[in-house]
């Protein structure tokens, strides 16, 4: 498949019943060249169906970055259902903290915009719960998706949009394909929105080489990949403080490591409004 440009946007769903109503409101054409996941395009947007559970959702977001991305800063999104104790049935919700049941670690995506629906937090599991016995809303893929996600992007620029296709009342054993594609599509326009604002944040985060970049790769050594890290954090501060100057010591620091590492401190202290 010929395409003009790389694609901005990437979507990640584990169904193909998840998929469908997007592949079909965004008009996306299958890469009969890609074996290994179900990969579709347009000019602007890469959706891979990459199977059920976390090591699939892993898998998929990985090989569809390593052979597609190109971009500096993609949009990253997660889509699909999710189950709840007593939400209504089609219910459509943001993720703002992503726990990995397993794990026990958990993922907090930054919201510096106005969310286009509720938010909520998600835990992930490893197998399908019969029980409804949290107040969380539980899926099997967004912290694997998270987690393979940040190594691709920033984290302003990765979500998980979460429809609710069962609870107490009608348990997951109830699930039908169609009624998954008909519970998303109802939400396109609002999937829509979620979308033209990340684009839109994307575009604020790629900005020219900031000038501090220079100085300091000469000051200290970076490994390429450490160059990477550095330019996006660099790129984070100044979209997230209205570029403000940022004031420190360059003595206090024997090598890059421990810069990046302080830079990353300093972002994550950073307060910021809706």
């Known amino acids: 498949m010929t395409r003009q440009k790389p694609p901005q946007i990437f979507i990640y769903a584990a169904l193909p019943c998840e998929a469908k109503p997007l592949i079909e409101h965004f008009k996306l054409k299958k890469n009969t060249t890609v074996q290994p996941f179900a990969v579709y395009f347009s000019q602007d947007i890469c959706l891979t169906v990459t199977g059920l559970g976390k090591s699939a959702m892993a898998a998929g977001l990985a090989y569809t ?20 104790i007593d939400h209504a049935l089609g219910r459509l919700f943001l993720i703002d903290k992503i726990t990995d049941v397993d794990s026990r670690k958990s993922y907090y995506p930054p919201l510096v915009f106005t969310p286009p629906c509720p938010t909520a937090c998600i835990q992930t599991v490893s197998r399908p719960q019969l029980g409804y016995d949290s107040q969380h809303l539980c899926d099997m893929e967004a ?12 984290g302003e620029l990765i979500h ?7 609870n107490e009342a009608s348990p997951a054993e109830n699930i039908q394909p169609k009624q998954v594609a008909a519970l998303i599509g109802a939400h396109v326009s609002t ?3 979620l979308l033209a604002e990340l684009s839109r944040l994307a575009k604020i985060i790629t900005v020219p080489e900031p000038k501090l970049f220079e ?15 550095l330019k996006n954090q660099l790129s984070r501060w100044v979209t997230l403080t209205d570029n403000q100057a940022l004031e420190f010591d360059e003595t ?4 890059g490591k421990d ?16």
């Open 215 to 229: 100085q300091l790769t000469q000051r200290y050594h970076f490994t390429v990949s450490e160059q990477g890290q």
């Open 65 to 84: 970055q390593a052979l597609f991305a190109s971009v500096e800063h993609p949009v990253l999104v997660n889509i699909g259902i999710a189950g709840h």
């Open 252 to 255: 206090r620091f024997r090598k």
């Open 160 to 166: 998980c949009l979460k429809v609710i296709s069962d």
């Open 143 to 154: 912290s694997a998706f998270y987690e393979t996600a940040v190594r691709f992007s920033s």
């Open 259 to 274: 810069l990046l590492f302080w830079l990353d401190q300093q972002i994550s202290k950073v307060e910021f409004c809706l």
């Open 191 to 193: 999937i829509e929105t």
